[in-house]
């Protein structure tokens, strides 16, 4: 059974950071496109960082220069190093992977507040 599980989330001030880990299981994570999304109190989930594959990233304009995706194949592991937080930042974020299927995790909060 696939399971994605996201661990990394919390409390943090204005201006401090988080890092986010999502921890894949019975899927050839290599082969996955890894992503983070998040969902804001009364918002969509909108996409976060997208991680390839092949290694191309993109993220949304408004964490560019903030946040980096990364992964760890061998551990079958995602990242998502947020730095610069900032209230609009709050939201629960998910881990998703994407191949021929598409996978969620439960998601972790995350709350920028001071």
């Known amino acids: 059974q696939v399971q994605l599980v996201e661990s990394g989330g919390g409390l943090v001030h204005p201006g401090g950071s988080l890092r986010l880990s999502c921890a894949a299981s019975d899927i050839t994570f290599r082969l996955y496109d890894m992503a983070w999304y998040r969902q804001g109190p009364a918002k969509t989930r909108e996409l976060v960082a997208r991680?390839?594959?092949?290694?191309?990233?993109n993220y949304a304009d408004s964490v560019k220069g903030r946040f980096t995706i990364s992964r760890d194949n061998a551990k079958n592991e995602v990242y998502l190093q947020m730095n610069s937080l900032k209230p609009e930042d709050t939201a629960v974020y998910f881990c998703?992977?994407?191949?021929?299927?598409?996978?969620w995790g439960q998601g972790t909060q995350v709350t920028v507040s001071s």
């Open positions: 991680l390839r594959s092949g290694g191309s990233a």
């Open positions: 998703h992977a994407r191949l021929r299927m598409e996978y």
